[in-house]
Structure formats: C-alpha cells, structure tokens
C-alpha cells in the first residue's frame, strides 16, 4: 500500500490486522488493515469517530475503500498491558481501573457496550491507560459481532452481553495483569456457574481483591457499574500513593527471571526484578 510502509505487527484479530506504520510524511502511526466485510468496518469507523473521551483510542483517518480500507490512530509507545501481565502493582490496577472505567461509563452512557475489554485492547499512553478496538462494539438493537477466540478468557458468563459484560471482563483482565494466570484456567466465564467460588486474588490486596471479585460476580446486576468503580478506584489510588507495596507474585515466584517486556514499562508502574 503507497500509503504506508509497515514497520512491525503490533496485533490482529477478526476484524484485521494492526501495524506500526510511516505515513507517507515519515510520521509513525498505528494502521489497522481491515480484513471484515465493509459493513462491520463502517460500523467499528462509525463507533470511533462519535466517541470523544481522553481515555478511547480515536482515529486520525480511514478509508473505507473495497480494496484499501484502513483506519490511522496514533501510535503510542507505550505497548498493551498483556505485556506485563504478572508485574502490574497495586497503585497501577487502581489507575488502569480508573481510567477503563471511565471510558466505559462514557460508552454505556451513550448506549454502547465495548463487548471486547481485554488486556490485548488496553494500551499505555504515556500519561493514562486508554481502551481501543472498538471492532466488536455495538449498541441498542443492535446485533453484536462473533468473539475472537482469544477473548473467551476475558467474556462473562452470560451469553446476552451487556454493560455488566464490560465489567465482568475489566475485573478478568485486572486478575489477570495482578497474577500473571487468567481467572477460570483460561475459560473465562464459561467455567463459572452460579455456585463457582470467585478467585481472591492476595491478602496484602485485600481492597483490589474484593473489587475485582465484585466485578466477576456470576449475576450481572450485582456487578458494580462504571461510575461506581470509578470513584472506588479514585479513592484507593489516594490511598496508595505513598504506600511502599509488595512485589506481584510472579516477581516472587520468578525471582531470576528477566522478563523484557515488563522492563520496558516504568518502574513506577511494575515491580520488575
């Protein structure tokens, strides 16, 4: 494509593939390449381009063109959190928490479900954590989108996925980046059952555990919402602002591993050995 010239693979998924580019500037930028029929590209275009908040990936441009049809974001040198699953520190969970509920009480507000929070869709852009791949999105009478395999470990329980849905998934995804193991062996919501114990996650996390277990309560009308795990995460991010916490479990449990992608992340984010 003599728009771009790719640099390097940063993710794929059903609905195409996201790459490190140059624009025909020299400028980098982050390019997905759809591989979906054009409805569904018009669709995820559309849900980018309306929504505006600081913590959505919004789009530069695209073009919707049957043989070229693309969407420009900015590229942000901080990569997806997946990276440094088993790392993230208790203040950075709360700060993520924060600001992926925040961008999920703006969508739901609008009538919009993400249906696809995972650790793989949240990036770090220098300052906050922001939510993209708005590819599975939908709204109200809407139908939503077949999952990526790769998304089972993060879907809740129920099959009519909701607002509570997003939640269930932030609360997999934080449990995963604070262990370093997906909740469930990996199954996501389709090992839970009514009468599933929900995993704690550690004692010394006492506030980060119950959170977390309240967002993968099996009953999606006893999950928290956006708004309340908002101000919940405000308030226990005071809290450990001055705290000196302990290393993350893999970091215990691993002690003469080096692991690149975690050094990569400031250490004021992780606990890297």
């Known amino acids: 494509m003599k728009e771009f010239r790719k640099i390097s693979l940063l993710g794929c998924g059903l609905g195409g593939e996201v790459w490190a580019c140059l624009d025909k500037d020299g400028q980098l930028c982050a390019v997905k390449f759809f ?9 995820e275009v559309d849900n980018a381009l309306a929504l505006n908040h600081p913590n959505i990936i919004h789009p530069l441009s695209y073009s919707l063109k049957e043989d070229n049809a693309y969407m420009v974001m900015p590229y942000l040198e901080g990569r997806s959190v997946d990276n440094i699953a088993g790392y ?10 924060l600001d ?10 609008k009538g919009l479900c ?22 599975s999105c939908f ?13 089972y470990q993060f879907c809740a329980p129920e099959k009519k996925r909701s607002f509570g849905s997003d939640i269930w998934s932030l609360g997999a995804s934080v449990f995963y980046l604070v262990m370093g193991v997906p909740v469930f062996g990996g199954l996501g919501g389709r090992a839970q059952k009514g009468e599933s114990d929900i995993p704690i996650m550690r004692k010394s996390m006492p506030e980060l555990s119950g959170c977390v277990k309240r967002c993968l309560d099996y009953s999606s009308q006893m999950r928290p ?11 226990q991010l005071a809290r450990c602002q001055a705290l000196n916490l302990p290393r ?15 050094a990569f992340w400031p250490e004021t984010m992780t606990d890297t050995l």
Request: hydrophobic content about 40%; cysteine-free; glycine content about 8%.
């Open 35 to 43: 591989k979906q029929d054009l409805v569904s590209s018009r669709r």
């Open 225 to 235: 919402s956006a708004a309340e795990l908002m101000a919940l995460a405000r308030e």
């Open 248 to 262: 993350p479990l893999k970091a215990q449990a691993e002690p003469s591993v080096t692991d690149a992608n975690a």
């Open 88 to 97: 993230v520190n208790e203040k950075t969970a709360w700060k993520l928490i």
């Open 100 to 109: 992926i509920a925040s961008a999920l009480d703006y969508m739901h507000g």
């Open 139 to 151: 709204g109200e009478g809407e139908k939503p989108l077949a999952s990526d395999k790769s998304s």
């Open 114 to 135: 993400h249906a696809d929070v995972k650790p793989s869709n949240i990036l770090y852009g220098g300052e906050s954590f922001l939510l993209g791949d708005l590819g």
